[in-house]
């Protein structure tokens, strides 16, 4: 196997970009899905955001940078404009801001406000904890849930909105967008798409699929940061329209004019409440440009390679696949379910192969493209094997709960 992965890694056109990350020896990083690694050019981009722009610009920043560049203030709206071709989407219906959940609850918000009159929310049993606590949240809201089967059938005129993640955190298992989209607009519903598993790693096509709404994350296969801002598409055709409740000053459409009464901005900019971490966005906004330097046509064919190539390093393994077996049907990563799977995890990580582990019982790999050799898919299959034969995960050292899993 070791001999196939070099000869896949020296045909691979995408190799080189790994040198632009900064990984530690020793480690097979299969959690990018998680946390994305370092980008080398982020650690430069924030010592001269923290030297030059702050520590000498100032306030004078936000309008205009030490040496030039792009200013502070439109950070949200140039970082969204770099995601939008990522996902599909016009650069001027994408804005970066604020966590995934604080901008779920702004766009579950703004569905309402779409469609008056009607107050169910839709979505599937065991979606990612914060998709639905949001919609819990909501005091005007009543949650439907519907397993996949029973999705379509679920949709019916009380459906205000239809809140799905694209890409399952725990399974990989991928949604139909653009069945879903057109089946939820055939009952008068919005569609709101968590795209978090999906942006950087696997084709999406927001306004091919005629989404409405859509969220994603910063800090995993876009490589923004730990607790890097997330990103929200407001379909054009509703940027008349919508309203959100997070109504902060940076929404306004004259933020600095200091009124009492609030108006908001023209499109998406309406989604902004406060002040923008500029720190992190600099860094997402690094994450986000190495990304789509490397093209996400070249990312996903090495994605499924790479997945691909474990599948067939583990198949004699005593492994349950969790994910779909057509890696068009599937995100970037690979899901096993296995009794064990905790002190599986940590025995991996223990090797230096880190992955992560989903309650109860899934060993969850994650494959991000942009950096991973076919190499380090032949050796963490080979330790996986070795864990797995040896019984090593059974020491007691391997079942003890850390806090983050
Ligand atoms: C990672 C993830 C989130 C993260 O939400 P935060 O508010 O940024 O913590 C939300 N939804 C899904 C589906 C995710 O995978």
Request: charged share 25%.
């Amino acid at each position: 196997m070791m001999q196939r992965a070099r000869d896949l890694d020296a045909a691979d056109a995408i190799a080189h970009f790994r040198d632009r990350f900064d990984l530690p020896e020793g480690v097979i990083y299969l959690d990018g899905n998680s946390l994305g690694p370092l980008p080398k050019a982020s650690r430069e981009r924030l010592h001269r955001v923290i030297d030059a722009e702050w520590g000498e610009g100032l306030i004078r920043s936000w309008n205009e940078l030490p040496g030039g560049g792009g200013d502070w203030i439109a950070m949200p709206q140039r970082v969204g404009a770099r995601i939008a071709p990522l996902v599909g989407a016009q650069a001027h219906e994408v804005i970066a801001c604020d966590s995934v959940s604080v901008n779920l609850a702004k766009l579950i918000g703004a569905a309402l406000s779409l469609n008056p009159g009607r107050n169910v929310v839709l979505s599937e049993p065991g979606n990612f904890p914060t998709d639905l606590y949001m919609i819990q949240g909501q005091p005007q809201v009543e949650q439907r849930l519907a397993g996949r089967d029973e999705m379509i059938e679920a949709l019916d005129e009380s459906v205000a909105l239809l809140l799905l993640t694209h890409v399952h955190y725990k399974t990989g298992e991928m949604f139909d967008m653009e069945r879903l989209t057109k089946a939820a607009h055939d009952v008068g519903a919005i569609v709101l798409w968590d795209l978090s598993h999906s942006g950087g790693a696997v084709p999406v096509d927001l306004n091919g699929a005629n989404a409405d709404l859509a969220v994603g994350c910063g800090y995993k296969y876009l490589n923004g940061g730990p607790g890097a801002p997330a990103y929200a598409f407001v379909a054009e055709r509703h940027h008349g329209d919508f309203s959100q409740p997070l109504t902060g000053w940076f929404g306004h459409a004259q933020p600095f004019a200091f009124s009492d009464e609030y108006e908001p901005a023209e499109g998406v900019k309406r989604l902004l409440a406060g002040t923008p971490p500029v720190l992190a966005m600099a860094a997402l906004e690094s994450g986000v440009e190495l990304i789509a330097e490397i093209g996400m046509e070249a990312l996903v064919a090495k994605s499924r390679a790479l997945s691909e190539f474990f599948r067939e390093c583990v198949a004699g393994l005593d492994l349950d696949l969790v994910s779909p077996r057509e890696p068009a049907q599937r995100g970037s990563q690979l899901s096993f379910r296995h009794e064990n799977a905790y002190a599986l995890s940590q025995a991996l990580i223990a090797r230096g192969v880190i992955g992560d582990f989903r309650d109860p019982d899934i060993l969850r790999l994650g494959f991000a493209p942009a950096y991973l050799r076919f190499a380090d898919i032949a050796e963490a299959a080979r330790h996986l094997a070795e864990v797995l034969e040896t019984g090593e995960w059974e020491r007691d050292e391997y079942s003890t709960r850390a806090a983050v899993t």
